[in-house]
T-cell receptor, first 111, second 112 residues
């Protein structure tokens, strides 16, 4: 199976601070997806990365996929309370047919 | 607007009963998925379908079944509910295998 490790498991930051969440795979990723989940709700798609070295941004959130396609990072600049929630990375199917998720990073932003 | 819905949103049932959770999407997506989310385990894939009449087992399929008779719906059935199946269940759909998945709001199931 393809496992995705996320770090840290939880993060508490002061509003305005920058933060980074990492997602690491033991195998080459053929598609890396970032989602955000508000507590008690469904997942919201943020970004998808497919190419080594690819970087995408949406508002104050930037995601990168390394050249080897085994690690991705999600960076939030000047965090706001609205950024609070659980961030999950997911990997699309490559040789297999199953989609996998990391265990998630819980983000709390203190006003 | 296209969407994906799940029903019921909350369900309490007794051990041994059969339970069916509904998932309906209006995006005309070929791919549909069922996950369960538990503390300490994250999201785990139960079953998935790549089209009508196609169903496949995921990581934690024991005790669950699905059927796909049309594009819009993928109901999840618990044949004989067990307390270990108490969880939050999410349905998702995507346009294709390499495309992002869109998630429903979830169903919180409690088996007593």
């Amino acid at each position: 199976s393809q496992e995705l490790e996320q770090s840290p498991q939880s993060l508490i930051v002061q509003e305005g601070k920058n933060l980074t969440i990492n997602c690491t795979s033991s195998k080459t990723l053929y598609g890396l997806y970032w989602y955000k989940q508000k507590y008690g709700e469904g997942l919201i798609f943020l970004m998808m990365l497919q190419k080594g070295g690819e970087e995408k941004s949406h508002e104050k959130i930037t995601a990168k996929l390394d050249e080897k396609k085994q690690q991705s990072s999600l960076h939030i600049t000047a965090s706001q309370p609205s950024h609070a929630g659980i961030y999950l990375c997911g990997a699309g199917p490559n040789t297999g047919n199953q989609f996998y998720f990391g265990t998630g990073t819980s983000l709390t932003v203190i006003p | 607007d296209a969407e994906i819905t799940q029903s019921p949103r909350h369900k309490i049932t007794e051990t041994g009963r059969q339970v069916t959770l509904a998932c309906h999407q209006t995006w005309n997506h070929n791919n549909m998925f069922w996950y369960r989310q538990d503390l300490g385990h994250g999201l785990r894939l139960i079953h998935y379908s790549y089209g009508v009449q196609d169903t496949n087992k995921g990581e934690v399929s024991d005790g669950y079944s699905v059927s796909r008779s049309n594009t819009e719906d993928l109901p999840l059935t618990l044949e004989s509910a067990a307390s270990s199946q108490t969880s939050v269940y999410f349905c998702a759909s995507s346009r294709g295998r390499i495309y992002e998945q869109y998630f429903g709001p979830g169903t919180r199931l409690t088996v007593t």
